[in-house]
């Protein structure tokens, strides 16, 4: 059972557009990673969030971990194309492990 | 300042063979994992090491091995190959356990 579902799967949009990824579990997470993968790379951290509720922002990405520490969103504003990649979620849930999430594939066109 | 590295990046292996994937970080960090990736599963972890001298199964341990062969280098070993482990492998390190992780480029097995 995929403790981290993350969604949608799959997005491809222009460039100029806005998009949310969710990354959602029915468990609680002591803290959540974002990162990046882009291919034939390993995957790059992009952000921690810590606190229930806590809102980050990076440049035109946005990450918020739900007050309840279950469930986190990236939000991405005016799309670009070097924004393509695979984005994954991980959660702390016990110690000196990480769960990563199912990942969403984003395609950023012209 | 390498990173991590990994070798080799492609393996193509038969039903039984054996085999090892090596990784060495030059970070100094303590902690090191390997994770296997397949379409729509994200992440696995395999194995992980907290720190130097320890060793512990992750989610997929079942057909691998591990050694912790000191500080830098932490090496995968699959005793003898099956299809189902046609995967791509990372290794990653962290300074210290669910710190941020450092992830290498990568092996690409298939196995035939």
């Known amino acids: 059972t995929q403790l981290l579902e993350q969604s949608p799967q799959f997005l491809s949009i222009q460039e100029g557009e806005n998009l949310t990824v969710y990354c959602n579990s029915s468990?609680?997470?002591?803290?959540l990673q974002w990162y990046r993968q882009e291919p034939g790379e390993g995957p790059v951290l992009l952000v921690t969030?810590?606190?229930?509720?806590e809102v980050k922002k990076l440049k035109r990405l946005t990450f918020q971990f739900g007050d309840a520490r279950k469930d986190s969103s990236l939000h991405i504003t005016a799309a670009q194309p070097g924004d393509t990649g695979l984005y994954l979620c991980?959660?702390?849930?016990?110690?000196?492990?990480?769960?990563f999430g199912t990942g969403t594939r984003l395609q950023v066109t012209l | 300042n390498a990173g991590v590295t990994q070798t080799p990046k492609f393996q193509v292996l038969k039903t039984g063979q054996s085999m090892t994937l090596q990784c060495a970080q030059d970070?100094?960090?303590?902690?090191m994992y390997w994770y296997r990736q397949d379409p729509g599963m994200g992440l696995r972890l395999i194995y992980y090491?907290?720190?130097?001298?320890?060793?512990d199964k992750g989610e997929v341990p079942n057909g691998y091995n591990v050694s912790r062969l000191n500080k830098r280098e932490f090496s995968l070993r699959l005793e003898s190959a099956a299809p189902s482990q046609t995967s791509v492998y990372f290794c990653?390190?962290?300074?210290?356990?669910?710190?941020?992780?450092?992830f290498g480029p990568g092996t690409r097995l298939t196995v035939t």
């Open positions: 970070m100094n960090h303590n902690s």
């Open positions: 969030v810590v606190t229930g509720g």
């Open positions: 991980a959660g702390v849930q016990t110690a000196s492990k990480l769960t």
């Open positions: 468990s609680v997470f002591s803290s």
């Open positions: 990653a390190s962290s300074l210290l356990s669910l710190y941020e992780q450092y």
């Open positions: 090491s907290a720190s130097e001298g320890t060793t």
